[in-house]
């Protein structure tokens, strides 16, 4: 075994690049495993550096001749580049290198997907590609050519020029080496146009594969959404004469925002009624959106090293949930994003990968791609947005553009910008950046002589490497109800900043009942002792959906751990609220949707975890199940007339209206199925004209384990669909009881459309393996080694997807004795690996730690 322990880089070690580039001219001759790759490269030194040393990163390169201002010269090859004697003064550097994209299966830097080649270059992806100064903060001006024998030759920016053979792009505006992206192949374009607010015509493209024009329609319409709305809302125009959007099958992530040519992960654009779901016309809008929202918030003003990564991405998040929130339900997007929040942040900061939004070191970038980054990310924005108000928030973005455009800024400057532009001080805010871990929030309350008081206390648990904590600054939003369920005190900003501050409300009569943390104002855990019956009021009452809905949550979790704990249940009081707010039809479908879906087993072990009970996730998933029935027989009498009210007869449009009446019906269906093992469930799969409603009906049929024939139905149809195909994959481990889950994952592993080269099929089978907790964490371990032998196999083909998928294990100390020797057994053993990449050894480490 080769103990190289990864290399650590610090955030405190940056120092500005030597050398400054003022022009770059590309020029790519293809073939699948001898492409030529030619640059010429104008270098100026930089007059804010230290160094004079001339380096350029390179991995994988075979060098075939460099000159500097043409004299040929023998650089000197070391650790991650190159070194050269450069002269003092501006000069011209020429190269030629060869690669072999069709041996590259990591799909990062030039590699072939299908037949067609494409490139992948966040965040260090380039220097696969040629030598080059691979660090965010050098931005230039890029010229491309292109030679090859496909039809479609695609680059960043404007074209050229072009001919049989060979295509010619100019992108303008300076841009640094992971914005860089080319497509080659046999490509067609869904074509459109875009008139931006000062009357500029932008061509723009979705370039797809033969056969997939049919799935083009839905993700060009969010892109014009999206174009108006961030002219609409934030003033920002786009920039190019023409904005290209190229789908590709085999993709690490969701997509990417190159300039002016982002490329998608097919499931993150392709859709069609008859095979994408509501969830996914959802994803997809917002994922368009996010990489066009790139264009300003992390092309336009980038980052000036990897350590900023949440300047990009937490705004884009932030800009993207705004977006979904302004043409969708707000309220439903926000309890969707929180629970995703909660489902994969709060998962994370809990556990050993904890770490800052701003991290101060890292072995390997690749694996900072993380809900902290993103999610809290957001939420550190949506916080700083409630602190100063709409307006001041819309007038500090304003300056954020107009100081910062072209430039490689840092979360310092954003922050510091906000302070300018409001007089605010955020001096304590900035310990959002710096703090690991989700804070708890205690409340409790007093009312005396007319006067309700709040009393909060906060403390964030220790994380890893951060053992000190100090008190956040924290809005909360508050409102107050009276005895009669009428709001006397509408939300408020309270701003707490002590570790613990006491807030009064004057004038009440009675007691009010308190609607806390509105909106979710704060990403932190709430810790509040309440009864069912104040759960139960605010779920009938509160005028804030979001505290609606959480108070119903809270109430299903009480249900849930008491029935785990063997404590007293309310169930009682749970079922009959659930049916009072299902009975309002005032109330948004979808609303009564997600207040129907039951907490995730995840957030149920962790809570008890929290609560320092040993979480047991067979008697998680039977309580599930208990309460699951226990609903169907409360709500029996109402079913049959709910759900004829949520048929759709108009035609499948994948609005949020529709999709809110069809979330209703299938949770209403998986109630159902418990009374009448499956009729109900095979009629709708039967007659089903859309994904949405099939994928639903078949859901049913595997919970009630009565899905063999629509399975057999739903591969012959979709067969040569490899995104459908995905769903068939993932479904059948999702829905597969606990003790069959990793056999099922296992025997799905030897199908012949098991292809786990690609990141889409791989994720289908053992992210569904992971998610599906019962499942992973059966009591023999089988789970753990299937998925612990899949991760070794997988690492030296694509590091990446499995350092991300090694998160599997991520919360093995929750767990009782057993399962935490058994997974940290395979912990073990993926670490003990030979020539483990160092993404994987970098994980594995942090969770063993
Ligand atoms: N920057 C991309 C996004 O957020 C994500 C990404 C990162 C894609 C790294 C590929 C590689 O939209
Ligand atoms: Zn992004």
């Known amino acids: ?23 770059v001219e590309l020029t790519f001759k293809l073939a699948p495993t001898t492409t030529r790759v030619m640059s010429k490269i104008r270098f100026t030194p930089n007059p804010n550096a230290a160094s004079k040393e001339f380096f350029l990163h390179g991995e994988q390169l075979n060098l075939i001749s460099a000159s500097i201002d043409g004299s040929t010269v023998t650089p000197e090859p070391v650790e991650g580049g190159l070194k050269c004697d450069v002269p003092n003064a501006p000069f011209t550097w020429e190269a030629e290198v060869e690669i072999n994209p069709e041996a590259n299966t990591a799909l990062e830097g030039l590699y072939m997907s299908g037949g067609m080649y494409c490139t992948q270059c966040e965040a260090e992806g380039f220097r696969r590609i040629t030598y080059y100064p ?25 074209p050229v020029a072009s001919g049989e053979g060979w ?16 497509v080659a192949g046999d490509l067609i374009a869904r074509d459109d146009s875009f008139t931006t607010m000062s009357g500029k015509e932008v061509a723009l493209k979705l370039w797809v594969r033969p056969g997939d024009e049919g799935k083009t329609a839905f993700g060009m319409q969010a892109l014009k959404d999206s174009m108006k709305w961030d002219e609409e809302v934030y003033g920002r125009e786009y920039d190019l004469d023409i904005f290209q959007i190229v789908a590709v099958s085999d993709f690490n992530m969701g997509a990417m925002e190159n300039k002016g040519l982002n490329i998608f992960n097919t499931s993150a654009v392709l859709a069609s009624p008859e095979t994408s779901t509501d969830a996914n016309f959802e994803r997809i809008e917002a994922i368009i959106a996010h990489e066009y929202f790139h264009n300003w918030t992390g ?16 705004l884009t998040v932030f800009r993207d949930q705004q977006f979904s929130g302004d043409i969708r339900s707000e309220a439903v997007c926000r309890i969707n994003d929180v629970i995703a929040l909660r489902g994969r942040q709060f998962r994370e900061d809990n556990g050993p990968l904890a770490h800052q939004v701003q991290p101060d070191s890292f072995v390997e970038i690749n694996n900072f791609y993380t809900a902290t980054i993103y999610e809290k990310g957001a939420e550190l924005i949506r916080m700083m947005k409630t602190l100063v108000g709409h307006d001041a928030y819309y007038k500090a973005l304003d300056l954020y553009f107009s100081r910062h455009d072209g430039d490689a800024a840092t979360i310092e400057d954003w922050v510091r910008v906000f302070e300018e532009s409001t007089g605010r001080d955020l001096t304590q805010f900035r310990r959002w950046y710096k703090q690991a871990g989700t804070p708890r929030l205690k409340v409790d309350d007093d009312f005396k002589d007319g006067t309700y008081t709040l009393r909060f206390k906060q403390e964030t648990p220790p994380t890893p490497e951060q053992d000190e904590k ?7 939003a508050v409102g107050l109800l009276n005895p009669n369920g009428d709001e006397v005190l509408p939300t408020q900003i309270l701003e707490m900043t002590d570790a613990e501050q006491s807030f009064a409300f004057e004038g009440h009569s009675a007691k009010p009942t308190p609607s806390i943390l509105r909106h979710f104002s704060a990403p932190v855990i709430l810790e509040r002792e309440s009864s069912a019956e104040e759960r139960a009021f605010l779920l009938a009452h509160d005028t804030d959906p979001f505290n609606k809905w959480e108070a119903g949550r809270a109430l299903a979790k009480d249900v849930l751990i008491a029935m785990i704990t063997g404590e007293d249940a309310p169930t009682a009081a749970y079922l009959d609220a659930v049916a009072a707010m299902l009975r309002d039809d005032n109330l948004d479908p979808a609303f009564r949707a997600l207040a129907l879906h039951l907490p995730a087993q995840d957030d149920i072990a962790q809570t008890l975890a929290d609560g320092s009970v040993t979480p047991d996730p067979l008697a998680i998933y039977n309580a599930h199940q208990t309460l699951r029935q226990q609903m169907a027989e409360h709500l029996q009498d109402l079913l049959p007339r709910l759900s004829a009210e949520m048929d759709v007869s108009e035609p499948f449009e994948p609005n949020a209206e529709q999709a809110g009446k069809r979330a209703l019906g299938l949770e209403l269906l998986k109630v159902t199925t418990r009374l009448d093992s499956g009729a109900a469930a095979q009629a709708l799969y039967d007659r089903a004209d859309n994904m949405t409603l099939r994928m639903g009906a078949l859901g049913c049929l595997l919970e009630a384990r009565k899905g063999d024939a629509a399975l057999a139905d ?7 669909d490899a995104l459908v195909m995905d769903k068939w994959f993932a479904m059948q481990v999702a829905h597969a009881a606990p003790e069959q889950a990793a056999d099922m994952a296992e025997r799905l592993t030897n199908d012949s459309d098991f292809n786990w080269k690609n990141p889409n099929r791989f994720r289908a089978v053992f992210g569904a393996l992971m998610m599906n907790q019962a499942g992973f964490h059966e009591a023999t371990g089988k789970g753990y080694a299937l998925f612990a032998d899949w991760l070794i196999k997988l690492d030296p083909v694509n590091a990446q997807i499995t350092a991300r998928m090694s998160t599997g294990f991520e919360t093995w100390k929750r767990w009782d004795a057993d399962r935490q020797a058994m997974m940290k057994t395979q912990l073990e053993r993926i670490a003990a690996t030979r020539d483990l990449s160092s993404d994987t050894q970098e994980m594995v480490g942090r969770i063993l730690n």
Request: net charge negative; proline share 12%; charged share 25%.
């Open 299 to 314: 092309n336009r003003i980038t980052c000036r090293d990897w350590f900023q990564l949440s300047l990009k991405e937490g």
């Open 167 to 182: 295509a010619e792009w100019h992108d303008p505006w300076p841009k640094p080496a992971y914005l860089f992206a080319l």
């Open 714 to 720: 739903f591969r012959t149809r979709f067969e040569g």
């Open 134 to 158: 691979d660090r965010p903060d050098v931005m230039a001006p890029f010229k491309v050519r292109i030679e090859g024998n496909d039809p479609v030759l695609l680059s960043n920016g404007n």
């Open 470 to 476: 100090l008190p956040q600054h924290i809005p909360i």
């Open 1 to 23: 075994m080769t103990e190289q322990s990864p290399q650590k880089i610090f955030l405190a070690d940056y120092t500005p690049p030597a050398y400054l580039i003022e022009s």
